[in-house]
């Protein structure tokens, strides 16, 4: 018996969830196979290069809800301004002119130059007068994982990425934006040094359907900071044509949503977003508010059709305490059965028993190497008619801080087939 979402849409969620949370028992540790960390290496390296334009590029890289609940308010990142900065016109932000390329639309000023659709997934690419900036908005990007984790990893997670730019480019701030359509946009800003050059820049990622949006800037200190107000423009101009919105807004009340082949519902927390996914698995991803972390939901689904009964029929009798460590790594090793073991941290994983079934959180990460691993945390919720498997990513710290809220949400999942 083995957990197939951990070698297959697991695996590919965590592999880019980067960052390092201690771990403390090893459950047959071993490194994600090549494949999956050559996929966590290539993401590094293409932000890299977005973020430090000198840096020479590999050649082979190349509905929401009506009357949604008010967005959150979320803190702005603030920079010291540079000591000589550059002797450039004030930024005329009045006067603005809009472009459009396959759905998606945005606003820019008059005096900026723009380049509409000028080559693979770039959508525009900016040239701000006399500045080096580099300003691009690209549907995808390249990166090929669940959209709405792709803004949760920029949200969160995002200081581990600067590991490969080859400079001393780090995370200055992050924070949740929001469109005119309430799509919330992960904000991530960097500061850093490249050749003597003090650099900057900012990065915007989107996901109104299954494609992630990422509008990126960068270049000298200097430039960004002048251009900042303006590049903070385009970003919450953007819009999508009503039919790319496949993302579902909850609004201020919780609502009850069945993924599009009606395997699963699940009730979406007030203020909370929900995508399906289209996969078998885990047919729906959810997100909170600011997008910090996300939850896949799944049902019996995940395991192999051999679904061992005896682990229902722990939800049939009462548990004793004593017990839970036995509980626990039953589980556990459902998943280091996959071939691909996470990291327990046993301070952090307990069992949740109640009337007609048991809930295991098991918390941890999965071991890359070179002292990383990647946050996640698995409910696995164990009921006589069967199990539901949640999975949190990304801000695991976060989403345990209001546990109740996640414990809530597995126990309101119900398989439907």
Known sequence: MRLLGVGGVVILMIVMT???????????????DPEARAGVEALAKEIGYRAVPSLSRPA??????????????????????????????????????????????????VDWNVEVDPFGDTLFYIEIPDTDLMLSLDADAGLDF????????????????????????????????????????????????DAGTAIAGTFYVVAPNENTYMLLAGGSQESWEYAAEGIELIAQSITFDEELITLIAAGGEAVTHT???????????GGWYAMNTGDLQFPVMLAEPEIRYVAAIGTEAVFDAEFDPEILELATRELAPE????????????????????????????????????????????????????????????????VVVVVVFGDVEGALGQEDEILALVESVVGLE
């Open 323 to 386: 017990e839970y460590d036995t509980v626990i790594d039953a589980i556990l090793d459902i998943i280091a059965d996959s071939g691909n073991p996470m990291l327990l941290d046993k301070d952090q994983s307990d069992v949740f028993p109640r009337e007609g079934a048991v809930m295991v959180r098991l918390a941890g990460g999965a071991d890359l190497g070179d002292g990383l691993s990647m946050p996640v945390v698995f409910y696995t919720d164990i009921r006589s008619s069967g």
């Open 60 to 109: 082979d890289i190349g509905q929401v809800i009506e009357d949604p609940a008010p967005a959150p308010e979320a803190e702005e990142p603030k920079l010291e301004p540079v000591d000589e900065p550059l002797d450039l016109p004030e930024l005329d932000l009045t006067d603005l002119a809009e472009y459009t390329n396959d759905g998606v639309t945005i606003q820019v000023p």
């Open 146 to 193: 669940p959209s709405l984790l792709g803004v949760a990893l920029f949200r969160s997670q995002a200081e581990l990425l600067t590991r490969d730019f080859g400079s001393e480019a780090r995370v200055e701030a992050s924070a949740t934006v929001f469109t005119p359509q309430n799509l919330p946009v992960a904000k991530l800003v960097f500061l850093g040094e």
């Open 18 to 32: 980067l960052a390092g949370v201690p771990a403390t028992v090893m459950a047959q540790a071993e490194s994600l």
């Open 259 to 269: 993924d599009s082949d009606e395997t699963l519902e699940v009730t979406v927390p």
